[in-house]
């Protein structure tokens, strides 16, 4: 009998692997009907639906290695990277699905969301306030008008799975709708700058790289105590707060 995997588990949801089964129970239903549909509707490689009932979700292992994990290097190949930018720019090209998604906040929200978080992460002494600061001013280049596109929403390296230079399949879909294209590609380089010249040569097209960096600030500053709060550690070298320093 195949073990039961606790791939990852906090307050707001779970996802265990049996076998090459992956079962996803969220508390938060819609989440789970937001990535059946886009899933469905996006033109990349996506996990198989084995069944649905709410509040799980079956999906099958994709084939492949994850592209990488933010706080480690990346042992895929420059032309894997570039892969993964022709895939997210056949899906910011697909026809728009039909709601928002996280990466679709307008700039009020998002400016409101980061100055209530940033004050907290001040307020609490989780991080100085000169490495907040700084962060803040950078991430308002990523509050600007954009057009909206099909957007992953949550694109980090470790949803991203790859056998050689083929893009095998994208996993975890639940933030998924129509947003900035800028932040996927953000969310994809978080950690890995190095690899932000492949990405945006397979994505095909030029792109505001002062954008991109100020997105790394923000979902850095947003990530930071949420993550210390569910068990993880935005402090591990590598990680979100290496990102914060990298800016300074």
């Not at 969220?26 to 899933?39: G, K, S």
């Not at 307020?123 to 991430?139: E, F, H, I, K």
């Not at 975890?172 to 990405?199: M, N």
Request: proline share 7%; with cysteine; net charge negative.
């Amino acid at each position: 009998m195949d073990e039961v995997e606790v791939v990852v588990a906090h307050s707001e949801r779970a996802t265990l692997r049996v076998g090459e089964v992956f079962l996803k129970v969220d508390a938060d239903r819609a989440r789970l009907e937001v990535e059946v549909e886009a899933m469905a509707l996006a033109p990349v490689p996506t996990p198989k639906v084995l069944w649905h009932k709410p509040p799980v979700l079956a999906i099958a292992a994709v084939p492949g290695t994850a592209l990488g994990r933010l706080g480690e290097p990346s042992t895929a190949s420059p032309a894997a990277w570039a892969a993964a930018g022709a895939a997210i720019r056949r899906l910011h090209d697909a026809p728009l699905p039909p709601r928002p998604g996280r990466a679709g906040l307008g700039i009020d929200a998002w400016a409101a969301e980061l100055d209530g978080e940033c004050e907290r992460l001040v307020a609490d002494g989780v991080l100085p306030a000169d490495l907040v600061s700084r962060n803040r001013q950078v991430a308002e280049a990523a509050l600007r008008p954009w057009a909206p596109v099909f957007t992953h929403g949550d694109l980090q390296i470790t949803h991203v799975f790859v056998d050689g230079e083929e893009i095998t399949g994208i996993i975890d879909w639940s933030e998924a709708g129509q947003g900035d294209a800028l932040f996927d590609l953000a969310i994809l380089t978080l950690g890995h700058e190095e690899h932000l010249g492949d990405v945006v040569a397979g994505y095909g097209t030029d792109v505001d790289l002062d954008v991109i960096r100020a997105w790394w600030s923000l979902r850095s500053l947003l990530a930071v105590r949420w993550l210390a709060e569910h068990g993880f550690d935005p402090f591990a070298p590598g990680c979100e707060v290496d990102v914060l320093r990298s800016r300074l």
